[in-house]
């Protein structure tokens, strides 16, 4: 019901609270299942998170000194750290000292703010435009500016989410990167 609505601000609160509640409640039993390597939980966080200090405040507050937060990795659009950059800057020691992981979502290769915003959170992760991967189907090569762009992050120990892989001649082309994840329609197909 709340996602007709993802583009108003207090029905998008809402739909990322209900997410949240999710995560909590199979949190424990996804403990037990995975006792050794429990998985991790991207969970993208509407620009509410930058516009009200008051809903910020209450979701790191629940957050706080919860043990199942270390598997959950909150992203954030790269276009919304851009278009409230100033009340980023605000908000961004806040979030930073509660130590949540933090990734860039929705990232261009032409996003040139991208090194910017990294150090401002605990970034753990970039995850990259559909477009890019999408585009790699109809090229005979991995583009220089991706290969840069994934042995940069790698270097600084981000993970990396190429999303939109659409055939498996992307799929192994982006296999010998330092893409650390691969996300798409074909390997939504292979997995079934």
């Known amino acids: 019901a709340l996602l007709p609505h993802l583009s108003h601000a207090k029905k998008r609160i809402q739909l990322d609270h209900w997410n949240l509640q999710q995560v909590l409640q199979h949190q424990p039993s996804l403990l037990e299942k995975y006792p ?3 998985p991790q939980i991207l969970l993208g966080l509407g620009e509410w998170l930058w516009l009200s200090q008051k809903a910020r405040s209450q979701l790191l507050t629940q957050l ?3 043990e199942w937060v270390k598997h959950i990795i909150f992203a954030v659009s790269y276009h ?6 100033s009340k980023v800057q605000l908000a961004a020691p806040e979030i930073k000292a509660s130590n949540l992981n933090i990734a860039i979502d929705e990232v261009m290769l032409d996003s040139p703010r991208l090194m910017e915003f990294l150090p401002l959170f605990n970034c753990v992760m970039v995850r990259l435009e ?5 585009q790699i189907a109809h090229s005979e090569a991995i583009p220089p500016a991706l290969n840069q762009l994934l042995t940069k992050l790698r270097q600084l120990n981000i993970a990396v ?12 082309r982006l296999s010998g990167t330092d893409a650390s994840y691969l996300h798409g329609s074909i390997l939504e197909r292979l997995s079934q």
């Open 80 to 85: 919304d750290l851009i278009t409230h950059w």
């Open 161 to 172: 989410i190429v999303d939109g892989i659409t055939d498996i001649a992307s799929m192994n």
């Open 64 to 66: 706080q000194h919860q």
């Open 130 to 134: 559909r477009e890019i991967g999408e």
């Open 36 to 38: 050794s390597r429990p």
